[in-house]
C-alpha cells in the first residue's frame, strides 16, 4: 500500500497541505504560494559559506549565489514556478541552497517577467538572457544546468526546444520537479488525481485550466507546453514527480518521448508526495531523497 511507504512527516506535511489548501501562510510556507509581489528585493539569510550578488540585463533583474568552497565547477540556472504568474520569492533562494549543497558552484536565478501583464513568450525570452548571461559570463554551455520547478520545469524544457531549433549549444543536463509541461491540461492525472491532489485539487483554482500565459498563442506550441515537442537531441534529464499530482501525466509524457527519442533520463515517480515536495529539504525523508537523486545527477554529468 501507498500509505505504508511513505513517512510520517510526509503524511502530516500532505495533510496540512490538504487542510489548508488556499491558505496564504499554510501555502506560503509549506510548500510556497508564488502570487503576488516579487521578493526580489526583500531580505534574507543565506549560509555563511554562500555569498550572492544581483545582477539586471536591461529590465531582467537576477540573484547569483555562489560558493566560498565550491564543490564542482557545475552552476545551475534555476527558473522558478509559480504558474507563469508568481515571481521570484524566497523559497527560490532556499532551493539555491539545496543545490550548492549538493555540489554546485553557483545557483543564478532571474525573476523573470509574469503573467498576465507579461504573457508567452516573455518568461522564455527571459530565461534564455539568463543562459546568455551565464555564457558571457565565460561558463561553457557544459557546465550549466538548467533547473526549474512546476511551470520553471515547464520553461527549462521550452528553452530546450527553442535552442535545438536554433542549433544553439545546450546545457549539460536538465533538472524538473513536477514540470509543468501541457498547458492544455490534456493529461488523464488532471482528472484521475483532482480529489488526492492537496496543491492544486478540489480548490477551484483557475491557475491550471484558465492561466493567462499563453496569451493569444497555441498553447499546445513546444515553447509554451513542452510535451507536445520532439526531444530528439535534448541532454540528460533528471525528471522528478509525486504520485499525488495533477501534473503527474505531465511528467510521464516528458519521460516517455524522452526515452523514445534515445535521451538520458532518469525518471522518478515519488509515491504519496505533492506538487514540488522537494521545497521540504531535509525535513522528510522523501525530499531527502530526492535531493540525493539530484546530487548523484549533477556529478554524472
Sequence with gaps: ???????????????????????????????GDHRGDSDFDKEFK????????????????????EAAEPKSDKVVLQL???????????NYRRLAGYYIEVGVAAVLTPDYRVAPEHVF????????KA?????????????????????????ALAMCHYLIDRER????????????ADLAASGPSYR????????????????????????????????????????SEFPPMLVQVGT?????????????KARKAGVRIRYTEYEGMFHVFQIAGHVMEESKRAWAEIAGFISRI
Excluded at 2 to 23: D, H, P, W
Excluded at 80 to 85: A, D
Excluded at 131 to 155: H, K, M, N, P, T
Design 80 to 90: 522558478h514556478g509559480g504558474g507563469y504568474v508568481g515571481a521570484f520569492k524566497n
Design 131 to 155: 543562459y546568455d548571461w551565464l555564457l558571457q559570463r565565460g561558463y561553457r554551455e557544459d557546465q550549466i544546468i538548467f533547473a526549474g520547478d512546476s511551470a520553471g520545469g515547464g520553461l
Design 244 to 256: 499525488r499530482e495533477m501534473l503527474l501525466s505531465d511528467a510521464q509524457t516528458v519521460a516517455e
Design 169 to 180: 549549444p545546450l546545457p549539460a543536463g536538465v533538472i524538473a520537479m513536477s514540470p509543468w
Design 46 to 65: 543565506y549560509p555563511d559559506h554562500i555569498s550572492t550578488t544581483k545582477v539586471s540585463v536591461g529590465s531582467l533583474r537576477m540573484e547569483l549565489a
Design 192 to 231: 484521475e488525481n483532482y480529489d488526492v491532489d492537496p496543491v492544486f485539487g478540489n480548490s477551484g483554482d483557475d491557475l491550471i485550466f484558465e492561466n493567462p500565459y499563453p496569451g493569444h498563442s497555441d498553447v499546445r506550441h513546444p515553447y509554451i507546453s513542452p510535451a507536445y515537442g520532439d526531444f
Design 1 to 31: 500500500m501507498e500509505e505504508e511507504r511513505i513517512s510520517r512527516k510526509a503524511k502530516l506535511i500532505r495533510e496540512l497541505v490538504a487542510k489548508f489548501n488556499g491558505t496564504p501562510f499554510i501555502k506560503d510556507h509549506i510548500i
Design 121 to 128: 513568450p516573455a518568461a522564455l525570452h527571459d530565461g534564455l
